[in-house]
Each structure stands twice: as structure tokens, then as C-alpha cells.
RNA sequence: GGUCCGGUAGCUCAGCUGGAUAGAGCAUCAGCCUUCUAAGCUGAGGGUCAUUGGUUCGAAUCCAAUCCGGAUCACCA
């Protein structure tokens, strides 16, 4: 239990001893006590002052001399200043605290609460290769996978690959007309790039195509319709449905390169997944939906065949389900594999990471579960997060200034080769070690500046600053572990080494900092929010750090400091280890 | 227009179950390597927490209105 938890029902409990009232932990509020005053954790008296009918000094002067009375080996004093009771920790619950944990590489994580969760993240199309925005969503899935894990949850990873549709077979006609029979083999491309590359040739000649026909008289709309590469994109669609075997090849085979291409990235960001499953075989639980939902009268049918729900009782609008032509749409394809998930995997929870565009469209398709009565309809959740843009604004495929995922992983591996051979310190590596460093490194840098603001809010990626090593940064937090790894290399850490029974202003507010570890991992949890991890880290090796500045920890004033200092040491290494790793970040023992 | 989200230092962001003088990083300026890794540390300057009103002992935080920005409202996915 938390000292904050703790602090909270001593304090119940001395209000009903001294008042014989029952308060609970909401009617007061408790936090740490600011520098600037004496004491580790302040309880705000105002709230109980109405209740009590005392002055804010009466009860202060009573619970704090009740709180060092009754608990004489947690609180060791008080002082009240304008309705603020102080309380001072007593250095034995710290150094204890720290005795225990020190050496725990699980400190922090929760026993298995039973509890079943799906977390759906990554979900890429099949026609182009990743980017930016997928690699917020592949960091924030995978971590906030990993969180629930340390919070006791099953936790199972799954991934929708959108493999067909329109879009699709955009790249398959373009990769007909011009190709000429290339394969990524033939021309050294990586699969998803090089489908990709027809996906762009695609756009350009459609705009060719719909800017001679307008220049012959024909209205823009019909134009794109008409428009001879986009009626043969919208027969091909057609052939794909009707499992036409010429075009089920071409789509299978342009498929398999783009999956390769995927794997090395994948592979490379360390994303990875317990189920895929893809598009082209759930849409068909579509119409099985469709015809179960009329039954049960959670659906219209239109006279023109179209299947719609209507929601505006809801504040939302009449939504499409199906088809005049009996096809399903995506919406219904979600709602297959809602309950397909659910009866796979008996989920309790079913996260979907998806960008905050779609809100409107995870609000429909929850809204639709839970009337058509799947089982676990209400714990369908959308992890909904914002947007990444770049100085410059949205980034915008039609402008180029998409920045691919392949890409940008090369640059900050680059760019970790580029500092660490400045700073010359790891000359000893073989290549192999290098190699690895810089990618750690790289990546760790990438990961931590997409993962450390709040997902909820859309995000600004400047490519200066994220190549910058120094400060809120990824390798900033990695360094301060491989400072320390140094330390345990050359000092021997006694376990049962007497600690002494004094704590320097710093050496407490690294252990009331590490104190905390367990709370903010629940929290993130709650909140399924790396980024309140990555802010934690931030401040642990910020305050590690102040105190490696301030005080010597191999040539300590006694052995007992110098003992203690490795504990210290040792406690914070585990912590910024283990809070990396549910960030997906790996730490370095050198740099 | 309807619905939803956001507006905090020059820039990027914390803080938001109401609590003491609003915090970091970057950038700027001034210091600190003959002792454990300077990818570090110490200090300085920098704020009408969009605006206005309300709730109360107390508001960046809660409520309302307004202004500004964004998302979305397809027989696209």
C-alpha cells in the first residue's frame, strides 16, 4: 500500500476515534507537502472544518498529535500552517522501504486479477507502407498492452489488416498498367513501398485521366466517374468479390509483399501481435449481423434493399449497415468482429486504439453492439488518441510530406550512431554491440517522444527536436541507468548491509520518488496512458541525477552511506528498467 | 449548422477527483569535468493559465456564455 493510501486511512481512522464520525478518503484531500514547508505530506483541513464545526487549527493540533501518538514509527512530527497539517516520515519507513525493494525487479507490477483484455491496435492497409501516425498508434498499443499487463490483466495483442477494398485494388490496376511484371525482387524495393509506389502511380494518372476528360467538356463530377482507370479499379472490385482467379492472385500475391514489408518493420519497432485478423474473412459475419438484427428489429430495411439503424434517439444520426446491393460496409464488418473477439477469447475488455477521427464512428458501433445485445457491448472502449501533425501542419500524402515510418526509424539510428561516435565513449564495442546500442538508442529516442504526451491530445512531431538527445528525452533516462550500471560494475552492494538511520535531503526524495513507482503504474493503467509513465521516469532520473551530481556514492562519508547509495542506486536502475519496458524502450548497461 | 475535443512561458508539453508563491524540457544568458559516464548538474530571465461572468474559505482545475483552432456528421475505410 502506498505511504499516500496509508497516510489516508490513519487518518479516517484517527477522525473517528477523536470525533466518532465516519469520514471516508474522498473527504479530504492529501498530497505532498510543497518544499518550501517542513514535512513529506500535508492533509488539507478545510474540507472537515464544516463538518466539525472546529477551527482548522483545533483539528490540525488534534490529528496530527493523534497521527505521532498512535503511529510513532511512521510520523516523527507536525506543524500546521494555514490549514495545512505537515507531516514528517519517519527515515526508518523510507530506509525500510527501500531494504525490501531494492533488489525487486517486479516492484510495481500487480498479481493477475484474472481479468481477459483485447487491446486492437496498428490495423494497416494493405496498399501503402506505414507512417508517423501509424507508429503513435503501434507505441501507444503495444504499451498500453504491456501496462495492462503489469496491472494483472490478460492481455491479448490483435491487429485488423484492411486487405481489401476499393483502395486495394487501386495499386493492383496501377501495378497492371505499368509495371511491366517488376516485383520488389526485381527491383530491390521493400514490398510495402513498392506497392505503395502503384498506389501513388494510381492517384496520378486518375488525375490525368479526370483533367483530359474535363478539358473535353465533362463536368468534374462526372469526370471521376468516368474516368476509364477508376471504372476498371471499380470491375476489378467487383471480380475480387466474385473470386475472379486471375485477379485473387494478382491480390494475394501484391498481399504477400506488402506483409513482408510489414514483418521487417514490425520486427525492427518491436510491435507484435497474439491474433491478426484480416479484413477479406471478417466482412462476410456482415450479413449474418444484418439479418439477425432485422429479426430483432434493431434494423430497417429500406424499399431500395439499403439495411439501416436508426440512432437520432441516440443524438446521432441514421447510419447505413448494408448495402442496396447487399454488401456490407465497414461499420458492420466492426460488429462481426466484435463478437468474434468476444467468443474467441471470453475478453472482459475489447480496447480499441484508433485515432480520434473515428470517434463518432466507435460511438455508432458501440451504440449498435450494445442494442443488438452482444454480450460484452458495453466494455467495447475506444482508446481514442489525437493526430500527428508536423510544424508545418497535417501531413498530407498528396503534398509528400507523409513522413514514412521506415524512414524515420533510419534517421534516429543515424542519428544515435552520429552522437554516441562524438562522445567516443563505447570505442571497446565490436560492431555487433554498436549496432545494437544505436538502435536502442534510436529508437528509444522515437518511442519516448511519442509516447511521453498524453495520447488523448493530438501532437506537434518536429524533426529537430526529436533528434535531440538531451533533456525530456528517451536516451536522457537511458543514460542515467547506464550511469548507474557503471557504478554497481565497480561497487559491491552488501544485501544485508547496515543503511544508517540518516537520509540527506536528496537520498529522501529519490525514495519518496521510487515510493510512487506502483501508484503511477496503476494509474497509467487506469488511464491506459504511457505518457504518465514517461513523465515519472523523466522525474526519477532528473532527481537520480541531482543527487549523482551532489553526493559521491563510491566514496560515501561511511560504509553505511556508501551501502545505502547502492541501494538507492540499484532501486532506481530496476525501476527506470522495468518503466522503459512498458514503454518499449530497452535500456543500455553502457553508453 | 449539429455533436465532440482542445486553447497554460518564444516553442513543445506537465499540472485539471478544486488547495499554499502555476512546473518541466527546448531555446537564451551565467556558472560547473585532476574524484563514480558532462547524452549530466547548478542558477537567471521568461506567465492576464484564450476572454467574461458564476459557484466558495480558496479556481489553471468545476459551471455558463463568448472568441479562436481542430475533428466529425458518405450506400469511403
Not at 527491383?187 to 490525368?208: A, I, L, M
Not at 532527481?543 to 553505511?560: D, L, T
Request: aromatic content about 10%; some cysteine.
Amino acid at each position: 500500500m502506498s505511504i499516500l493510501h496509508i497516510l489516508q486511512k490513519n487518518t479516517v481512522e484517527s477522525l473517528q476515534v477523536l470525533y466518532g464520525q465516519d469520514f471516508s478518503e474522498q473527504d479530504f484531500q492529501v498530497n505532498q507537502t510543497k518544499p518550501e514547508f517542513e514535512g513529506d505530506y500535508t492533509v488539507v483541513l478545510f474540507s472537515l472544518v464544516k463538518r466539525l464545526k472546529l477551527s482548522p487549527d483545533a483539528i490540525g493540533n488534534a490529528l496530527g498529535g493523534h497521527l505521532v501518538k498512535t503511529y510513532p514509527e511512521l510520523f516523527t512530527g507536525f506543524n500546521i500552517i494555514k490549514g495545512f497539517l505537515n507531516l514528517s516520515v519517519a527515515n526508518s519507513y523510507w530506509i525500510s522501504l527501500l531494504e525490501k525493494n531494492h533488489n525487486d525487479v517486479c516492484f510495481g507490477k500487480q498479481a493477475m486479477n484474472g481479468k481477459r483484455v483485447m487491446v486492437e491496435y496498428s490495423s494497416p492497409n494493405t496498399n501503402k507502407p506505414l507512417h508517423l501516425g501509424h507508429l503513435r498508434n503501434n507505441f501507444l498499443g503495444w504499451s498500453v498492452a504491456e501496462i495492462l499487463k503489469a496491472n494483472g490483466y490478460e492481455v491479448f495483442k490483435s491487429c485488423i489488416v484492411n486487405d481489401r477494398g476499393i483502395h486495394i485494388c487501386k495499386s493492383m490496376i496501377a501495378w497492371q498498367l505499368f509495371a511491366d511484371g517488376a516485383t520488389p525482387a526485381s527491383t530491390h524495393t521493400k514490398g510495402d513501398h513498392f506497392v505503395g509506389d502503384y498506389y501513388v502511380k494510381f492517384n496520378d494518372e486518375y488525375k490525368k485521366q479526370v483533367s483530359e476528360l474535363m478539358e473535353k467538356g465533362m463536368s468534374k463530377e462526372n469526370a471521376e466517374k468516368e474516368a476509364p482507370i477508376m471504372q476498371a479499379t471499380q470491375q476489378m472490385l467487383l471480380d475480387w468479390e466474385a473470386g475472379e482467379p486471375d485477379v485473387m492472385e494478382l491480390w494475394k500475391r501484391m498481399n504477400s509483399w506488402v506483409y513482408e514489408g510489414f514483418d521487417v518493420t514490425y520486427k525492427n519497432i518491436g510491435s507484435d501481435f497474439d491474433k491478426t485478423y484480416y479484413e477479406s474473412n471478417t466482412y462476410l459475419l456482415g450479413k449474418k449481423i444484418v439479418e439477425e438484427g432485422l429479426a430483432k428489429g434493431v434494423f430497417v430495411k429500406d424499399p431500395d434493399n439499403s439495411v439501416w439503424i436508426d440512432l437520432t434517439n441516440d443524438g446521432l444520426d441514421r447510419k447505413i449497415v448494408q448495402r442496396k446491393d447487399g454488401t456490407s460496409v465497414y461499420i458492420t464488418q466492426d460488429i462481426g468482429l466484435a463478437q468474434q473477439k468476444y467468443e474467441e477469447y471470453k475478453i472482459d475488455q475489447s480496447i480499441y486504439v484508433i485515432g480520434d477521427e473515428q470517434n463518432y464512428h466507435m460511438k455508432v458501433l458501440k451504440l449498435i453492439a450494445e442494442k443488438l445485445g452482444l454480450p460484452n457491448a458495453e466494455n467495447i472502449y475506444h482508446l481514442s488518441y489525437g493526430m500527428v501533425e508536423l510544424p508545418t501542419g497535417k501531413m498530407k500524402s498528396r503534398e509528400g510530406t507523409v513522413v514514412d515510418a521506415d524512414d524515420l526509424v533510419d534517421e534516429m539510428i543515424a542519428t544515435a550512431k552520429q552522437h554516441t561516435e562524438d562522445l567516443g565513449k563505447v570505442k571497446d564495442f565490436t560492431t555487433e554491440e554498436l549496432a545494437s546500442l544505436y538502435k536502442t538508442i534510436g529508437l528509444g529516442a522515437m518511442k519516448f517522444y511519442l509516447l511521453r504526451v498524453d495520447p488523448k491530445k493530438k501532437m506537434i512531431f518536429n524533426p529537430q527536436e526529436s533528434i535531440d538527445f538531451h533533456g525530456f528525452t528517451g536516451p536522457f533516462i537511458q543514460y542515467t541507468y547506464a550511469r548507474i550500471k557503471s557504478i554497481l560494475r565497480k561497487e559491491t552492494l552488501q544485501p544485508g548491509a547496515s543503511l544508517g538511520a540518516d537520509l540527506l535531503p536528496l537520498e529522501k526524495e529519490i525514495l519518496i520518488t521510487l515510493e510512487q513507482y506502483p501508484t503511477i503504474v496503476m494509474q497509467a493503467g487506469r488511464e491506459q496512458n504511457p505518457s504518465a509513465i514517461a513523465n515519472y521516469l523523466f522525474h526519477l532520473a532528473q532527481v537520480f541525477n541531482s543527487f549523482y551530481a551532489e553526493h559521491s556514492i563510491a566514496n560515501a562519508e561511511n560504509e553505511s552511506k556508501k551501502q545505502l547509495r547502492l541501494q538507492l542506486s540499484s532501486m532506481t536502475a530496476n525501476i527506470l528498467k522495468s518503466g522503459t519496458a512498458l514503454l518499449g524502450i530497452q535500456v543500455p548497461e553502457r553508453m
